[in-house]
């Protein structure tokens, strides 16, 4: 379907039930980080192993004094970093409270523990059933062998190196090309897929004094409930991260005609000779 300028076709790049649960993820993650930082809030330390040894943690959120003065401060392996305002001891000038992260990136806004897990619990569960309804159409549709496993020229050393350095210089795919996903990015999306989001599922059950009672071999695979809960932190923050380049990513290539892509469906790409 040409879009009635020159040199340019529409051409349908994502299904309606791709778009579905792409916004559905959207709305589930928001909700799953921003309650996960007001149950951190409870305790803004993580632990290796099977016991807090509240001596040795490897990241810490807190407030300290320095000379008579609160300050905010991000303990990470041995070094300390003063985080006033954000992380540790944040909130409006005069207001200003211990705490791990502010106010506004927590859900509820307010110190509410039992809130925030019924918040995290419910919107866990809408990622759960979104993402098996995703993976269940894609196998289904050949989607995940057709638009996410790299074929075997991509797989080649000088295409991923290209791939490389076309994404370090922000030379985006034209044409043809931007029909389908580079290695690059098959491949992230493999990874968050196969491996990141499968990881902070199962390390929120090992939190889960209920599913330990049934399953305590899984609490034991990730080297004990401390270690599985610094998994989960680490793995929400992958994620964080993946959306922040992603969101980039999307606006360098073309905000409007990625957006559309994910709402209408339809992709344009400035080429000549294509069939739609």
């Excluded at 930082?37 to 943690?57: C, D, R, V």
Aim: include cysteine; hydrophobic fraction near 45%.
């Amino acid at each position: 379907m040409a879009d009635g300028r020159a040199g340019k076709v529409l051409y349908k790049r994502h299904s309606g039930l791709v778009r579905l649960t792409h916004w559905l993820n959207v709305l589930a993650i928001s909700l799953l980080l921003m309650s996960g930082l007001q149950i951190f809030n409870a305790h803004p330390a993580l632990y290796w192993g099977q016991k807090s040894t509240f001596a040795e943690p490897w990241l810490y959120m807190g407030m300290a004094e320095v000379r008579g003065e609160p300050v905010g401060v991000t303990l990470l392996g041995d070094r300390a970093y003063r985080t006033t305002g954000v992380l540790g001891y944040s909130g409006a000038e005069g207001r200003r409270e211990p705490r791990g992260f502010p106010a506004w990136a927590t859900i509820p806004s307010y110190r509410d523990l039992a809130s925030g897990r019924r918040w995290h619990f419910f919107f866990a569960w809408l990622f759960v059933i979104n993402g098996l309804v995703y993976l269940s159409a894609a196998l289904i549709s050949g989607h995940l062998r057709r638009d996410l496993l790299p074929t075997r020229e991509q797989w080649r050393l000088r295409h991923v190196w290209r791939d490389v350095l076309d994404h370090a210089r922000l030379r985006f795919p034209r044409g043809e090309a931007a029909r389908t996903y580079n290695v690059l990015q098959k491949l992230t999306y493999l990874a968050m897929i196969g491996v990141v989001l499968p990881l902070i599922l199962l390390t929120g059950l090992c939190m889960s004094p209920g599913f330990n009672a049934g399953a305590p071999w899984l609490v034991d695979l990730f080297g004990g409930r401390q270690s599985a809960r610094s998994i989960h932190f680490i793995c929400a923050a992958l994620t964080v991260l993946f959306v922040l380049v992603h969101v980039a990513l999307v606006a360098l290539s073309g905000f409007w005609n990625n957006m559309r892509g994910m709402i209408t469906g339809r992709y344009a790409i400035e080429t000549e000779g294509v069939r739609p």
